[in-house]
């Protein structure tokens, strides 16, 4: 019902979850726990490690509408159309 009883210690900040609160809490450590395998580096979130691997497995799953081109990350289909297309949405 709106309680969040989880505060961080560091910014006040409020969390309805225990989990929510530790997710939180790494903005302030600096801690980066989740490591890819193949490469070594880390990063402080799951998803962001997740992205990452894609790039290791060939994984491109963004595709240009205007011309196929495909990408391992949803913000490279946005910069190849700023930068090829300079942000041109019709189909060529």
Do not use: W, Y
Not at 26 to 54: Q, Y
Not at 82 to 92: A, D, Q, S, W
């Amino acid at each position: 019902t709106g309680e969040k009883p989880f505060a961080c210690e560091h910014c006040g900040r409020s969390f309805s979850t225990k989990g929510g609160l530790t997710s939180h809490v790494i903005i302030h450590t600096g801690e980066k726990p989740f490591t890819c395998e193949h490469c070594g580096r880390s990063f402080n979130k799951k998803t962001n490690l997740d992205k990452h691997i894609r790039v290791h497995l060939g994984q491109k799953c963004f595709v240009c509408e205007i011309c196929g081109k495909r990408f391992s990350q949803s913000p490279h289909v946005t910069a190849h159309m700023m930068r090829i297309h300079k942000g041109n949405k019709t189909i060529v």
